[in-house]
């Protein structure tokens, strides 16, 4: 007996591509998914096209390259699209470069200069034109007060994601990025403008890379919040991996739900 669901009618049928999630569906924390390794060999031994999918605003693109690797997981920088990847373009884009007021790891900082942006310290919130939210778990009392402070004053609030928890090795969790989000918008007066999943940016810009059309395309995700509802709303197949079981009433229903990754394949 598998651990899955029929699919739509037709909607793996063709598929040609995968984006696929990283926390939780390739790994938790600092452990690999039991069954991904194989899952994504598989993949590339049919010829199918995957690219790693990912909310993460803590590692660039070839960090995480370097974690899959790591894995025994062949991958290069341009296999994975991440928001902290992104979002000195997407910035630049809306409102060309910018003053701006990072709260984050040195790696979204430096994602921001190699963008063009000026990255000013806390102090200088004043002179912030944006600010720039991804996860910091050096969060303080300090940060919420220039980072508010910054948007009361005109700034613009953009945010890699709005992930609540991300899923460890333990089985637990630890804060994302959406509660230092809420509370700096609950200060400041200003909701942010998201990157990441579920938002389509993230989304277009794989799509791109990999340079198929969202029916060819299906996304393997393991939140129905993020991964199905930004699947479903890109035009792409949904594919729900639910490893605790298949949860009653879906919202929004994915094409497929499977809870063991090699199941996926007698899909296909």
Request: charged share 20%.
């Amino acid at each position: 007996m598998t651990g899955t669901t029929a699919p739509g009618p037709g909607r793996l049928r063709g598929i040609r591509g995968f984006l696929v999630d990283l926390d939780g569906c390739v790994w938790r924390g600092r452990e690999l998914v039991p069954g991904a390794r194989e899952f994504l060999g598989a993949l590339a031994a049919r010829g199918l096209r995957r690219l790693f999918l990912s909310n993460n605003s803590t590692e660039a693109d070839p960090t995480i390259a370097a974690r899959l690797n790591a894995f025994g997981i062949p991958a290069t920088p341009d296999d994975a699209v991440s928001p902290l990847g992104i979002i000195g373009d997407f910035v630049r884009e809306r409102q060309g470069t910018a003053r701006v007021l990072v709260v984050g790891t040195a790696e979204l900082a430096e994602a921001m200069r190699a963008a063009g942006h000026t990255v000013l310290p806390h102090e200088a919130y004043r002179d912030a034109q944006a600010v720039v939210l991804g996860r910091d778990e050096q969060f303080t009392f300090h940060t919420l007060t220039a980072a508010a402070r910054a948007l009361a004053a005109g700034a613009r609030f953009y945010a890699c994601n709005l992930d609540v928890r991300l899923p460890i090795e333990d089985g637990g969790f630890i804060p994302g990025v959406a509660p230092l989000a809420e509370a700096i918008a609950t200060a400041g007066g200003v909701r942010p403008v998201v990157v990441g999943k579920p938002e389509p940016h993230l989304f277009r810009v794989a799509l791109g890379r990999m340079g198929l059309p969202p029916a060819a395309v299906a996304i393997l995700g393991d939140s129905l919040a993020t991964d199905i509802a930004g699947g479903r709303r890109a035009g792409l197949a949904t594919v729900l991996f639910a490893p605790a079981g298949a949860p009653r009433n879906p919202d929004p229903a994915p094409d497929s739900i499977v809870t063991r990754l090699p199941d996926l394949l007698a899909l296909l």
